[in-house]
């Protein structure tokens, strides 16, 4: 039996900055953008991946969520505490420039990792963390 990720979610609080970051530092497509009830869900993926989906969703995409839900997701979000994704690449420091050099805030510049990658670590503009990894040369 096969099993493959075919999507993972990203929570942002603003699609518009979502997308500034995600398509034009990252070079991800857009792939799909979508409204419903007043809500937003845009989808972004790696042209060399076009099986994954990383899909730009709310805080908390559920429109019959209480306020005091809401808030409390928001708080999290902005704070950092909700999780993003790992990239792989085949140059962290190139990657940790490009980035960089577009204005992301920097969580840790690019170090070779006890576990075998280097790699390097930013916040996106809603305050997730993303990492950019390869594997270390043995």
């Not at 409390?72 to 140059?91: N, P």
Request: net charge negative; hydrophobic share 45%; proline share 7%.
């Amino acid at each position: 039996m096969d099993i493959h990720l075919s999507q993972c979610f990203i929570a942002v609080d603003d699609h518009d900055k979502a997308l500034a970051f995600y398509r034009d530092v990252l070079g991800l497509e857009v792939r799909n953008d979508v409204g419903f009830e007043g809500m937003r869900w845009v989808t972004v993926g790696s042209p060399a991946q076009p099986d994954v989906d990383i899909v730009l969703e709310p805080p908390l995409a559920d429109p019959n969520a209480s306020a005091a839900d809401k808030e409390a997701v928001a708080e999290l979000l902005a704070k950092g505490m909700l999780r993003g994704v790992i990239f792989t690449t085949d140059d962290v420091d190139a990657t940790f420039e490009r980035i960089r050099a577009a204005g992301a805030e920097v969580l840790q510049e690019p170090v070779d990792q006890p576990y075998g990658v280097r790699d390097c670590a930013f916040r996106d503009p809603a305050g997730n963390m993303l990492r950019f990894s390869r594997p270390r040369e043995r």
